[in-house]
């Protein structure tokens, strides 16, 4: 009788106190591979594919553009825009947005600022290339057009 | 009575579970994969400050890329289909060596022109500049006998002297100057549709 009765008390249980860990490890993951959204995208964004990508190494020096159609196609219209921080702009802006971003790093990397342009593929080149006009004039000249990973490659 | 107080007090720990996940996914809904990659480019100086010297560069040196609002080629006057066409095109002009006279004379002289319309969609800018990109590439890590792959790892971490070595012999730095440059003119589109 004795023998029987200490088979019923063990736990049918699975331990599951690892189960935390494994989620935290995961938490961990993400927060060191991902950065946060510093701004909302307002503008459409499908992101053209290429083959001979080149990496960015500091992220301290990069500055993002974004330019597509506006999400909000009844409020702002259906034709590309150019969006930097959180509001749409136009190109005459560009100049001093560029010399505030200057400002924000130090005197020897200035020259070293690199504009990532994240472009919807169906924008147009005509737009695009205002952009770059102003950014000659603010002499920020580094440029990446930001591209995915093409699956032929 | 006995055995009851051996029992070791344990704190339910099962919630734990859910508040990891809570966090976890607030990280994932609230933050972006970091892809800093893409095509490179290095735009050429202020218009207003460049001084207008008349340089006269040979037919034969420039290589032409055209798009049209369409999106359609046209290379060396020719129209074209095929868009990974382009980079074997380019590889037999900036390595002519002045063998044939409708070619480039060096790969020094050599420029490739790529110039869009207005309404050029971004898809096809990227598409042919990866091609002109990639010709490039193709022919650096031929000269340091890599593949194209582990030509632009070298030349995205150029802090290691031996990889600056490298990056140096493939684009043939000489005396400052380069012997093999990449020389890309993207023309400011045409203003008509």
């Known amino acids: 009788m004795s ?18 860990d494994i989620i935290f490890m995961l938490l961990f993951f993400f927060m060191v591979t991902t950065v946060m959204r510093e701004v909302t995208i307002n503008v459409k964004q499908r992101i053209p594919e290429a083959t ?21 196609a009844s409020e702002f219209g ?26 924000e790093l130090a005197e ?16 147009k080149r005509g737009l695009v290339s205002d952009v770059e006009i102003e950014l000659r004039k603010a002499n920020a000249r580094k440029l990446l057009y930001t591209t995915l990973q093409s699956s032929e490659d | 009575m006995a055995k009851r107080q051996r029992e070791e007090p344990q704190i339910n720990s099962s919630s734990m579970a859910d508040i990891a996940f809570l966090l976890l996914i607030f990280f994932l809904v609230t933050t972006t994969i970091a892809n800093d990659r893409g095509l490179s480019l290095q735009l050429p100086p202020n218009p207003e400050d460049i001084v207008d010297v008349d340089v006269k560069i040979p037919e034969r040196n420039l290589f032409k890329i055209l798009v049209n609002s369409s ?17 074997e095109m ?6 002519n060596e002045g063998k044939d006279p409708t070619s480039s004379d060096s790969p020094k002289e050599a420029i490739v022109s790529f110039k869009t319309d207005r309404g050029t969609s971004q898809e096809m800018f990227i598409k ?5 990109q990639g010709a490039y590439y193709d022919m650096y890590a031929d000269r340091i006998g890599v593949t194209n792959e582990r030509w632009r790892e070298i030349a995205n971490d150029l802090s290691d002297p031996e990889n600056k070595r490298l990056y140096d012999q493939g684009r043939g730095l000489k005396d400052g100057a380069l012997e093999f440059p990449m020389n890309i003119s993207i023309a400011d589109p045409s203003k008509t549709n």
Request: net charge negative.
């Open chain 1, 3 to 20: 023998k029987f009765k200490k088979k019923a008390n063990t736990k049918q249980e699975i331990p599951t106190s690892a189960l935390p």
């Open chain 1, 52 to 72: 001979q990508l080149r990496k960015l190494q500091r992220k301290s020096l990069v500055s993002y553009i974004y330019i597509g159609e506006p999400k909000k």
């Open chain 1, 78 to 103: 259906s034709e590309p825009k150019i969006q930097i921080n959180d509001a749409f702009a136009d190109p005459k802006d560009i100049i001093q947005w560029v010399n505030e971003q200057k400002d």
């Open chain 1, 108 to 123: 020897n990397e200035r020259d070293q600022l690199t504009i990532a342009m994240k472009v919807d593929e169906e924008a």
């Open chain 2, 71 to 87: 999106d359609n080629l046209l290379v060396e006057g020719e129209p074209l289909e095929d868009v990974s066409a382009i980079r």
């Open chain 2, 90 to 95: 380019i590889k037999e002009f900036v390595l």
């Open chain 2, 128 to 132: 042919v500049l990866d091609e002109i």
